[in-house]
């Protein structure tokens, strides 16, 4: 069942549009049946959890972004099993996993995460600092700035997630003709279960999908 799902979005969505499977609360098996169905990036909101599967699927080609809100604190648990992190949003988190690969001998890849609806509980960059955020950020040597990701408010209707997917879109045009130095904007990732369809329209190169993969979580 989930390897069908699989199948079905990865035929649906347009060329080059990639496919991360938001696997929060997911079980190894459960992603193993999604790696048939043809996923190759694994998106994990928890360090925790991510150490977990990480462990029990040995699968070659297999991508592990982190799309959660990362704490400086765990980047030491994150960095090592991570090909990307999704949701940069300060200075101080910039240097710790700048120090952190380092320690490790990599470059991560990582996209500033953006409030588009500058909701004040929400963490993000707010879109007006976004390019400033990222000239102080691009001088660090062991991260690199791919693109832009963002959650937008919560709304029932997809339709009301529009504007702010536009907002992160035309963001991410005015970084990329900026031609910033160690800076690759080629990641625009925005839009989930319920607004992927929207966002893709409005520019997403990059869709997190958790619920319509592996259904309403139990827990």
Same mark, same amino acid.
């Given at each position: 069942?989930?390897?069908?799902?699989?199948?079905?979005?990865?035929?649906?969505? *347009?060329?080059?549009?990639?496919?991360?499977?938001?696997?929060?609360? +997911?079980? /190894?098996? #459960? %992603?193993?049946?999604?790696?048939? !169905?043809?996923?190759?990036?694994?998106?994990?909101?928890?360090?925790?959890?991510?150490?977990?599967?990480?462990?029990?699927?040995?699968?070659?080609?297999?991508?592990?972004?982190?799309?959660?809100?990362?704490?400086?604190?765990?980047?030491?648990?994150?960095? *090592?099993?991570?090909?990307?992190?999704?949701?940069?949003?300060?200075? +101080?988190? /910039?240097? #710790? %996993?700048?120090?952190?690969?380092? !320690?490790?001998?990599?470059?991560?890849?990582?996209?500033?995460?953006?409030?588009?609806?500058?909701?004040?509980?929400?963490?993000?960059?707010?879109?007006?600092?976004?390019?400033?955020?990222?000239?102080?950020?691009?001088?660090?040597?062991?991260?690199?700035?791919?693109?832009?990701?963002?959650?937008?408010?919560?709304?029932?209707?997809?339709?009301?997630?529009?504007?702010?997917?536009?907002?992160?879109?035309?963001?991410?045009?005015?970084?990329?003709?900026?031609?910033?130095?160690?800076?690759?904007?080629?990641?625009?990732?925005?839009?989930?279960?319920?607004?992927?369809?929207?966002?893709?329209?409005?520019?997403?190169?990059?869709?997190?999908?958790?619920?319509?993969?592996?259904?309403?979580?139990?827990?």
């Amino acid at each position: 069942m989930i390897e069908d799902i699989v199948r079905g979005i990865l035929a649906e969505l *347009p060329e080059g549009v990639q496919l991360v499977a938001a696997a929060k609360t +997911r079980t /190894a098996e #459960e %992603i193993r049946a999604a790696i048939a !169905g043809g996923l190759r990036i694994i998106g994990e909101n928890y360090y925790k959890e991510l150490e977990d599967v990480y462990a029990k699927i040995d699968e070659p080609g297999i991508e592990w972004h982190f799309i959660g809100h990362l704490q400086r604190n765990k980047v030491k648990y994150v960095a *090592p099993l991570c090909d990307m992190i999704q949701t940069l949003d300060s200075h +101080r988190l /910039a240097d #710790e %996993i700048n120090k952190r690969c380092q !320690g490790l001998g990599k470059v991560m890849p990582v996209l500033v995460e953006i409030n588009s609806g500058k909701e004040a509980q929400k963490s993000g960059v707010l879109p007006e600092r976004a390019v400033d955020f990222i000239k102080g950020i691009s001088t660090l040597e062991n991260i690199r700035v791919q693109g832009l990701m963002t959650m937008g408010p919560f709304t029932g209707n997809p339709e009301n997630s529009r504007p702010y997917f536009r907002t992160t879109k035309k963001l991410f045009d005015e970084i990329k003709g900026l031609k910033l130095p160690n800076v690759e904007m080629k990641n625009l990732s925005m839009g989930m279960t319920n607004s992927y369809k929207i966002a893709v329209e409005e520019g997403s190169n990059m869709v997190r999908i958790g619920t319509r993969i592996f259904g309403e979580r139990i827990h």
